[in-house]
């Protein structure tokens, strides 16, 4: 008998903060049709042109500024949360991480762990709510690798967890923990959660209806409002809403001057979380009249995390572990 791998999926990244470097990446992520659904022969023309003349010199500003001495965050985090779960499933699993955009890469670190005798394989995208541009392409990029090998292991993934006690549970100890750190008592709790075209949503995507359900069960599980919003918008089309700089910088007017914003739907610190929220949405905040504002950090690999992530994959693995 061969044995288990758990492959633990996330974004992708550039490999350093300089425009080359990010032009590569964006290039990569932004040419997926999972992500980008207009036609390529309309697409490819704007973001050759425009979008990647300009686009990874503002982004790589950005990327300096949350750079660790270790890379980018969302990779290290990805990379902890791997060498801690390893450490938790002992001998019983091999555990390993990829990215979907970038390196590691998914096809690479599949063979790999083929290589090292692997032919049994959880697939898990760290992604809580379900999306096709992030979940799904995940996947595609794992099967396709799959598709060139002549002895294929067995495969399972793992799916959405957004509504999973497991994952509520973390996310509770986690916020309930960082709140009782603070030095002010915040007025409002805000969920802010990628967006997404408005459009995916018509088209079936079940991704709003996931975060808005993880943020109601993190709400009755800490016994007070979380209020819901979408960040990152990207493009002209409409996005989900209420846009979380728009939110932010309309609370003041409502006389809440002290928020806690947390980020439940990223399984690790990054980009998004780091500069976008962390950063630039406390400015926009403070100069809307807020008073204190704090970004409470994803569940990365903390033992919150660790928990959730052991309980996910023995449930995944069930069966495979026992034979
Ligand atoms: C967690 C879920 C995510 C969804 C859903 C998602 C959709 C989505 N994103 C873009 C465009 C960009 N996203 C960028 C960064 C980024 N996005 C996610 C997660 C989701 N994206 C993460 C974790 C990150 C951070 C990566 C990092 O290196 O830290 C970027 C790149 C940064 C920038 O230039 O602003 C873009 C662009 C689209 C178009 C989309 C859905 C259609
Ligand atoms: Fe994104
Ligand atoms: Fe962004």
């Known amino acids: ?9 996330n974004l992708g990244t550039p490999d350093g903060p ?31 042109g425009p979008i990647l003349l300009t686009r990874p010199k503002k982004s790589a500003h950005a990327y300096r500024q949350v750079w660790m001495k270790e890379g980018s965050p969302l990779a290290v985090y990805t990379r902890d949360a791997a060498r801690g779960l390893q450490e938790r499933m002992g001998a019983g699993a091999m555990v390993d991480w990829a990215m979907r955009y970038g390196n590691p890469a998914i096809g690479a670190r599949l063979e790999a762990m083929v290589a090292a005798g692997c032919d049994r394989i959880l697939l898990a995208p760290l992604y809580p709510q379900y999306c096709a541009a992030t979940t799904a392409t995940a996947l595609d990029a794992a099967y396709a690798a799959l598709a060139k090998m002549r002895a294929q292991p067995a495969i399972r993934t793992l799916p959405p967890y957004h509504a999973d006690p497991a994952y509520i549970e973390a996310l509770r100890a986690s916020t309930q923990a960082q709140l009782a750190n603070l030095d002010f008592a915040p007025d409002l709790l805000i969920a802010s959660f990628h967006g997404m075209p408005e459009r995916t949503r018509q088209l079936g995507d079940p991704y ?5 359900e993880s943020a109601r069960l993190l709400g009755e599980a800490l016994g007070r409002e979380v209020r819901v919003t979408f960040q990152s918008r990207f493009g002209p089309a409409k996005w989900l809403g209420p846009a979380t700089d728009a939110v932010l910088r309309q609370l003041p007017s409502e006389n809440v001057r002290n928020v806690a914003v947390l980020t439940p739907g990223f399984s690790a610190d990054c980009l998004e979380t780091l500069e976008e929220i962390a950063i630039r949405g406390k400015e926009d905040f403070i100069a809307s009249g807020g008073n204190n ?6 569940l990365n690999a903390s033992p919150d995390a ?16 026992e034979r």
């Open 1 to 9: 008998m061969g044995k288990i791998g758990l492959l633990l999926i």
């Open 18 to 48: 300089d425009p080359a470097s990010v032009r590569r990446y964006l290039a990569e992520f932004l040419s997926d049709r999972r992500v980008v659904e207009i036609p390529q022969l309309l697409w490819q023309p704007i973001l050759r």
């Open 208 to 212: 709003r209806d996931q975060c808005v």
């Open 293 to 298: 504002f704090v970004h409470l950090s994803c």
């Open 306 to 321: 660790m928990n959730l992530y052991e309980t996910l994959a023995r449930r995944e693995l069930a069966g495979w572990l």
